[in-house]
């Protein structure tokens, strides 16, 4: 049975959630770990659209107030975005499923090798 993380959306309106769960849906066999949708405030890793993130001091505000999860900048354009981990997506406003799914399970593999309890 494979770990279970949990995710969750930061400033997503409920059309940008649902496309992001159906990717989940059909991308589970591709998934190195499982991966459950709860709330903001108990997720390990939560998904932001960075652009309604204005400054990186906003951004920096965010990681402390979520101190433990690990953030996910989600843009058209992260060219010029200092973050660790961004997943970039289409104009269309989808993310391209295979580059969510090789963010996903880069997370959880960089989370097995450091043996981190989220």
Same mark, same amino acid.
């Given at each position: ?11 997503? #309106? $409920?059309? @940008? ?6 990717? +989940? &849906?059909?991308?589970?066999?591709? !998934? %190195? ?26 951004? #920096? $505000?965010? @990681? ?6 690990? +953030? &996910?900048?989600?843009?058209?354009? !992260? %060219? ?37 309890? +989220?």
């Amino acid at each position: 049975m494979l770990k279970k993380t949990t995710l969750a959306f930061l400033n997503f #309106n $409920e059309s @940008q959630q649902k496309i992001f769960t159906s990717l +989940l &849906v059909l991308s589970v066999r591709e !998934l %190195n770990q499982e991966w459950d949708i709860v709330d903001k405030d108990t997720a390990q890793v939560i998904f932001i659209p960075y652009e309604t993130i204005i400054t990186v001091k906003r951004w #920096n $505000e965010i @990681q402390k107030t979520y101190a433990k999860a690990i +953030l &996910v900048a989600y843009s058209v354009d !992260l %060219n010029d975005l200092n973050v660790r981990w961004k997943l970039l997506k289409k104009e269309t406003h989808l993310p391209n499923r295979a580059a969510l799914i090789k963010l996903l399970n880069d997370i959880a593999k960089e989370e097995s090798n450091n043996r981190l309890v +989220l």
